[in-house]
């Protein structure tokens, strides 16, 4: 494995620990300025209403695991397409799972650091 697929797969767990700890500056340091998530049934959207969305879940327990089918290093872009199995918990709330496919296009920017860029999230709701 090189030392950029490495770095990858960090961001990743770093991606999915701080989502644990509600540590929502963690996350929005590892995306690009410019980037862009598509969800099915919104109009694509960047970081400012990410962070807004997640400040607006409150207290909401996220737990989850990621699994990194697919990682290809094209300079200094990368592609991975990954399967995602989480579930939100809100306070005093039922449990909702979502579990499925994202494919993620990270940057590497000038300070060596690959941040996630683009973001299509498959994810669909569990029963």
């Known amino acids: 494995m090189t030392e950029d697929e490495t770095a990858i797969r960090q961001v990743v ?3 999915m ?15 690009t300025d410019d980037v862009v998530f598509m969800v099915p049934g919104k109009e694509p ?3 400012e209403a ?17 699994e990194i089918v697919e990682l290809k290093l094209l300079g200094d872009w990368a592609y991975i ?4 199995d989480m579930t939100a ?11 499925g496919y994202t494919l993620t296009l990270l940057r590497k920017e000038s300070d ?6 683009r973001d299509a999230n498959l994810l669909a709701t569990q029963g």
């Not at 990410?50 to 990621?66: L, Q």
């Open 13 to 15: 767990e770093t991606w």
């Open 17 to 31: 620990a701080a989502s644990r700890k509600g540590d929502l500056e963690t996350v929005l340091g590892l995306m």
């Open 45 to 47: 959207f960047g970081k």
């Open 50 to 66: 990410f962070a807004a969305a997640s400040r607006g879940m409150g207290e909401t327990k996220i737990d989850g695991v990621s």
């Open 81 to 84: 397409r990954n399967r995602i």
């Open 89 to 99: 918990t809100p306070p005093g709330g039922e449990p909702a799972r979502r579990s």
């Open 112 to 117: 060596g650091r690959w941040r996630l860029a």
